[in-house]
């Protein structure tokens, strides 16, 4: 996935599937992980997470640390929130997560195609993208231990093998 096809989606996006791609692209955080995401979880040291993967085995929990771009961000979501009270950080027009507790998003889900529908049609992208190809561009524009953090892995070897996508770009011996 290249950069110039998301600035392309960006175009035709709503303001919250721009903001949605957004922190998924800052954070590389799981779709079922963003939209798990309490208010409460915003402390003041980053956002809290515990990544559904590891929640029944490990525990082990992750803490995004704020950035001047990602607490502009939240409060950009914040804001978009409209007047609608919820504990969610996303959430749908009556407050409920978009997340079920199976993980299952059937509503974000049908958001999402909606927009790559747009995407197809209205800009030069001619290829659908998924949540996983964002996760994926996030970890192969990271440095690799940076990206193993970022994505929760506990070694390099599903980041390498799954996620860090471009070419790796070596020099030839002297």
Same mark, same amino acid.
């Given at each position: 996935?290249?950069?110039? =096809?998301?600035?392309?989606?960006?175009?035709?996006?709503?303001? $919250?599937?721009?903001?949605?791609?957004?922190?998924?692209?800052?954070? !590389?955080?799981?779709?079922?992980?963003?939209?798990?995401?309490?208010?409460?979880?915003? &402390?003041?040291? !980053?956002? *809290?997470? /515990?990544?559904?993967? @590891?929640?029944?085995?490990?525990?082990? &929990?992750?803490?995004?640390?704020?950035?001047?771009?990602?607490?502009?961000?939240?409060?950009?979501?914040?804001?978009?929130?409209?007047?609608?009270?919820?504990?969610?950080? $996303?959430?749908? #027009?009556?407050?409920?997560?978009?997340?079920?507790?199976? +993980?299952?998003?059937? !509503? $974000?889900?049908?958001?999402?195609?909606?927009?790559?529908?747009?995407?197809?049609?209205?800009?030069?992208? &001619?290829?659908?993208? @998924?949540? *996983?190809?964002?996760?994926?561009?996030?970890?192969?524009? /990271? =440095?690799?231990?940076?990206?193993?953090?970022?994505? !929760?892995?506990? #070694?390099?070897?599903? /980041?390498?093998?799954?996620?860090?996508?471009? +070419?790796?770009?070596?020099?030839?011996?002297?």
């Amino acid at each position: 996935m290249e950069d110039w =096809e998301i600035e392309e989606a960006l175009k035709v996006a709503s303001p $919250f599937i721009k903001a949605y791609i957004r922190l998924k692209l800052l954070t !590389g955080m799981r779709r079922g992980d963003m939209l798990s995401v309490k208010m409460s979880d915003l &402390k003041e040291d !980053g956002i *809290h997470v /515990t990544p559904r993967k @590891t929640a029944h085995s490990s525990g082990k &929990k992750l803490i995004i640390e704020w950035s001047d771009e990602l607490r502009a961000l939240i409060e950009e979501i914040t804001r978009l929130r409209k007047k609608i009270y919820s504990i969610w950080l $996303f959430h749908t #027009n009556k407050g409920q997560p978009y997340i079920k507790p199976d +993980a299952s998003a059937n !509503g $974000f889900d049908s958001i999402w195609g909606r927009f790559m529908d747009k995407v197809l049609t209205r800009t030069n992208v &001619k290829e659908r993208f @998924t949540e *996983h190809d964002l996760r994926a561009k996030v970890a192969s524009d /990271t =440095e690799s231990e940076h990206a193993r953090l970022l994505l !929760g892995h506990s #070694n390099m070897g599903i /980041t390498e093998r799954v996620y860090r996508r471009k +070419a790796e770009v070596v020099k030839p011996l002297k």
